[in-house]
């Protein structure tokens, strides 16, 4: 059964660019939550998508936006890129009913130069 | 606020040598406390819930355990390849995956 996949896994970007980053779930599984992570910070919770609804937000502004589709596909995008939005973008999936017992992809790597 | 603070930061232990991590947590109301393996270049990988203060989880050589304030990550005997940074996160409300990660415990056991 395959995991959770995410694309790109690195990319780099400047100041002032946007990003969209993707993220397949495991077959079957309909929700969708995002973290960033960072040395300092750690993970912090992005947002949650379950059956295209957003669910959860984090704290994060605007610029953060995310979605998900009919397939439980999801993507997220940074707009205006900053400096300190590098960092590892973790997605991970769960079955329907929340549990905390998340099944992580592998990350997408960023950095903004 | 919820809160989740791990101790300690970095941990060097010689094989076979057991200790423990702790995680420290204030929520509102805890749904489940869980604890979460990262390899480096890795996801978290899951490893246990704690659901109330008293419940206690075993895997291997590692056991989790909870009470009203922190958990405790045992590893008994460990081995080079129990290596990896470990992560606890807390639960604080229904109908969400949402989870308060702490900063985490990086292992290093050597042979």
């Known amino acids: 059964k395959a995991g959770v996949t995410q694309t790109p896994r690195y990319l780099i970007k400047t100041r002032g660019q946007q990003v969209t980053l993707s993220c397949s779930p495991i077959?079957?599984?309909?929700?969708v939550s995002w973290y960033q992570q960072t040395p300092g910070q750690g993970l912090q919770f992005l947002f949650e998508y379950f059956s295209e609804t957003q669910r959860n937000k984090g704290n994060f502004p605007g610029r953060f936006s995310g979605r998900q589709f009919s397939n439980s596909r999801s993507e997220m995008n940074v707009s205006t890129l900053e400096l300190g939005d590098s960092a590892l973008y973790l997605c991970?999936?769960?079955?329907?009913?929340?549990?905390?017992?998340?099944?992580f992809g592998e990350g997408s790597r960023l950095t903004v130069l | 606020e919820d809160q989740v603070t791990q101790s300690p930061e970095a941990l060097r232990l010689q094989e076979g040598e057991s200790s423990s991590l702790n995680c420290s947590y204030t929520?509102?109301?805890?749904?489940?406390l869980f604890w979460y393996r990262q390899d480096p270049g890795k996801g978290p990988e899951f490893l246990f819930t704690l659901y109330s203060a008293g419940e206690e989880k075993e895997k291997e050589r590692l056991k989790a355990t909870l009470t009203k304030k922190e958990s405790f990550l045992h590893i008994t005997a460990p081995k080079p390849e129990d290596s990896a940074t470990y992560l606890c996160?807390?639960?604080?409300?229904?109908?969400?995956?949402?989870?308060?990660f702490g900063t985490g415990t990086r292992l290093q056991v050597f042979p």
């Open positions: 996160a807390v639960q604080g409300s229904y109908n969400t995956d949402k989870l308060i």
């Open positions: 929520v509102s109301g805890l749904r489940g």
């Open positions: 077959s079957g599984h309909r929700s």
């Open positions: 991970a999936s769960n079955r329907d009913q929340p549990s905390g017992e998340l099944f």
